[in-house]
């Protein structure tokens, strides 16, 4: 069965974000970028620590790129019906300058 909820999915990370979500078929790493953040959306059935961890890295790659913060928003995929909520996952780092903490 195909999985086009994926679709429906960043468009939602990208309304919660304010920001606007990239076709797929541009095949760059931002799903949704937004005025000061950049997001990768994940929508899974399961995403293990090392997943988040590499999905984190990368965007926080872009987001220094591109000086803004990078994300990841994370929505499992529970079944028809079933709402789960939204995980944001990002690296300290990133969460240091969202919140304009020092260095440690």
């Given at each position: 069965m195909a999985r086009?909820?994926?679709?429906?999915?960043?468009?939602?990370?990208?309304?919660?974000?304010?920001?606007?979500?990239?076709?797929?078929n541009m095949g760059g790493a931002v799903d949704v970028e937004g005025d000061r953040i950049v997001a990768q959306v994940k929508n899974v059935k399961r995403f293990s620590l090392l997943?988040?961890?590499?999905?984190?890295?990368?965007?926080?790659?872009?987001?220094?790129l591109k000086h803004k913060t990078g994300?990841?928003?994370?929505?499992?995929?529970?079944g028809r019906g079933k709402e789960t909520p939204w995980l944001v996952v990002m690296t300290a780092g990133m969460f240091r300058e969202l919140t304009g903490g020092g260095e440690p």
């Open positions: 086009t909820t994926w679709k429906q999915a960043e468009r939602d990370a990208a309304s919660i974000l304010h920001g606007r979500r990239f076709p797929a997943q988040a961890e590499r999905a984190a890295l990368e965007i926080e790659r872009v987001g220094n994300i990841v928003m994370v929505h499992r995929s529970a």
